[in-house]
């Protein structure tokens, strides 16, 4: 092909030239919405992961809550259940006493009685 006067390049070097460039940017359009795609897929994919996750997480913590108030709660029963029983051995100690003290007055008071009825007569 001839070069045109002035010896820049002929009609058809730039046509072919401009269209080896559309071509380029055509090729490089399609890798670009090539790899768009592969963003929004690992993208979704990221989504999904972490909304899954968060599920995961807040069923985790749900669960950990209820056993750490039923932990609480027996705590809490145990110390109750505790202080009424302490409370029930008191009471039961000192009716013993009492009852132990109360015989023996009367015991007392019963050899009292024998004793002055032997020693008077």
Known sequence: MPEEKGG???MFETVKNHEERIINLEEADKK????L???EKNSIKLENTIMQENRDT???MKEQTEK???????????QSSKT????????LKLKTYTDVFLKFTAAGGLL??????FIMK
Do not use: C, W
């Open 32 to 35: 670009h919405e090539e790899r």
């Open 68 to 78: 750490l108030f039923l932990l609480v709660e027996n705590a809490m029963g145990y």
């Open 112 to 117: 009292y009685v024998v004793i002055t009825e």
């Open 8 to 10: 820049g390049p002929s």
């Open 84 to 91: 009424a029983q302490d409370h029930e051995l008191k009471v």
């Open 58 to 60: 807040r069923t985790t």
């Open 37 to 39: 795609q592969e963003l």
